[in-house]
């Protein structure tokens, strides 16, 4: 398995402004992966980050909104942009350590008032 | 659209007792499946993965597959108060070029009581 942190764990922001939010893996890993999970609601995948390359991202979710860097290969961050209260929610990334198998970071919980 | 459906409960079962949570999915090719536990206010923590038809036994967890009929379950034989949580059933809709493809469901929250 793979260690993951991210950052901030939380935060409560205003309309209108913008968080990155950073996600560190212990290991090198070929795909990183954005997820967003509404309140008791299921994982909704909002992109794929492999390095070197463009994010690509699912049906809903845009590089405007959402933009992604992946700079090596322990490291990704997504931006949450012009933020309304609508993306309040938890944000997961996760990487697949060169496995079939998924492991998730311990998310960052976004407030948006 | 390749889906993964399971009950969303509320499930209560008391302490000591078998908890059988249920699993569907959709694409017939899929290979690779997975149980997730998520605490309230936390991520979800990988718990059991199984691959071939049949049972899987990790400690008090059990997973099952059968591809025939496309189910995955898990049962968690003497369940404890700290097994209280969201599990999730992740299905490996298999490589894309982005990597491979993890279908979850909705999640199934269970709740043991002492």
């Known amino acids: 398995s793979a260690v993951i942190s991210q950052k901030p764990s939380r935060d409560i922001c205003q309309r209108g402004t913008s968080l990155t939010i950073q996600c560190q893996v212990d290991?090198?890993?070929?795909?990183m992966f954005w997820y967003r999970q509404q309140p008791g609601q299921s994982l909704t995948l909002i992109a794929t980050?492999?390095?070197?390359?463009?994010?690509?991202?699912e049906s809903g979710f845009v590089i405007d909104k959402f933009p992604i860097s992946r700079p090596n290969l322990t490291f990704s961050t997504l931006t949450v942009s012009n933020m309304s209260p609508e993306d309040s929610s938890i944000y997961l990334c996760?990487?697949?350590?060169?496995?079939?198998?998924?492991?998730f970071g311990p998310g960052t919980r976004l407030t948006v008032l | 659209q390749k889906e993964v459906e399971q009950n969303s409960g509320p499930l209560s079962v008391p302490e000591g007792a078998i908890a059988s949570l249920n699993c569907t999915y959709s694409?017939?090719?899929?290979?690779?499946f997975f149980w997730y536990r998520q605490y309230s206010g936390k991520s979800p923590e990988l718990i059991m993965s199984?691959?071939?038809?049949g049972d899987k036994e990790d400690g008090r967890f059990t997973a099952q597959l059968n591809k025939a009929s496309q189910y995955v379950s898990l049962l968690i034989r003497d369940s404890q108060p700290s097994d209280s949580a969201t599990y999730l059933c992740?299905?490996?809709?298999?490589?894309?070029?982005?990597?491979?493809?993890?279908?979850f469901g909705t999640g199934t929250s269970l709740t043991v009581i002492p």
């Open positions: 199984i691959y071939s038809n």
């Open positions: 992740a299905v490996n809709g298999g490589m894309r070029n982005t990597g491979n493809q993890f279908y």
């Open positions: 996760s990487v697949d350590a060169n496995t079939d198998t998924q492991y």
């Open positions: 980050a492999n390095q070197g390359s463009e994010a690509t991202y």
């Open positions: 290991s090198q890993v070929t795909m």
């Open positions: 694409d017939r090719g899929s290979q690779s």
